[in-house]
């Protein structure tokens, strides 16, 4: 590898997404996503509301595996330390894991993404919204619409937050009227 690949974006963001290891662009840039997955991504950022500014982004690896080799059980070891200090400094109110390798290390499961995807789990104080790997979208097109379906659940989920939220301003505004 050229250089490690440790993550980018927002420090405050509510929204994590974890992504499986560095590819060739990722690891000439030094920044995770920015080639053809990462393209597809920021679409499905947009989907649900978001740009690249308003979330973080971060892989189970920090470094590129051999020609994009399945990322190995001590390498998954070695690199995980660096993910759960990541998730406990960013402190999100969601994860959003793409692929199997990043569900099975965020959720602790050896169940598949295709069972997973579609709901939200809870573990510890974050939700997680599991889905598939943008460039298994790209390889496999009949993934298109669960995976945008998958953000459009969190569309769903950040607009009923603020709508929540702002109801909580309005009664307060209310009580002190
Ligand atoms: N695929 C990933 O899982 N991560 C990247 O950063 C790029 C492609």
Do not use: M, W
């Not at 997973?116 to 097109?141: N, S």
């Amino acid at each position: 590898r050229t250089q490690t690949v440790f993550g980018v974006g927002n420090p405050e963001a509510r929204v994590l997404i974890v992504g499986e290891a560095p590819g060739k662009n990722e690891d000439l840039q030094g920044e995770p996503f920015v080639g053809a997955a990462g393209k597809y991504l920021n679409e499905l950022l947009a989907i649900a509301g978001l740009s690249r500014e308003d979330v973080y982004i971060a892989n189970v690896l920090k470094c590129r595996p051999p020609s994009n080799r399945d990322p190995r059980p001590e390498e998954i070891q070695a690199c995980t330390p660096f993910l759960r200090e990541q998730t406990r400094t960013i402190n999100p109110e969601y994860i959003v894991t793409l692929g199997n390798f990043s569900t099975k290390f965020i959720l602790q499961t050896n169940t598949g993404i295709t069972r997973l995807r579609g709901k939200i789990h809870v573990t510890g104080p974050f939700r997680v919204i599991p889905t598939f790997h943008p460039a298994a979208a790209i390889y496999d097109r009949s993934k298109i619409g669960a995976i945008e379906q998958d953000f459009d659940l969190i569309k769903l989920l950040l607009d009923t937050d603020a709508a929540r939220e702002k109801a909580g301003r309005d009664d307060e505004e209310a009580n002190h009227d």
